[in-house]
């Protein structure tokens, strides 16, 4: 495992301001990487929901767990034949 994100936020502040940095500007600085950290993380959970739902279809698993004894149904039966792709 590589190093923490507060490891490389530090790294990055000594970069930019140098080792003299003042307090208030350090903070500042490390709040605003921080901050974009937890947006580039939203972000990428939100695109890994999105595909979960196109590859399984929306609703898929809440399908199963309702619909679990009906005969000859299986949640990839109907990702292949009973839904579109986005945009097609």
């Known amino acids: ?8 936020i530090d790294a990055l ?16 600085l490390r709040q605003a990487l921080q901050g974009l950290v937890r947006q580039a993380r939203a972000e990428q959970m939100l695109e890994m929901r999105r595909n979960v739902e196109r590859l399984a279809g929306k609703g898929c698993l809440a ?12 949640p990839q039966q109907e990702l292949e ?8």
Request: net charge positive; proline share 7%; hydrophobic share 35%.
């Open 81 to 88: 034949f009973g839904r579109r792709e986005p945009g097609a």
């Open 13 to 28: 502040i000594v970069a930019i301001e140098g080792d003299a940095a003042d307090a208030r500007r350090h903070y500042y």
């Open 1 to 8: 495992m590589g190093p923490s994100t507060s490891t490389v």
């Open 63 to 74: 399908r199963a767990r309702l619909r679990p004894d009906v005969q000859g149904w299986s």
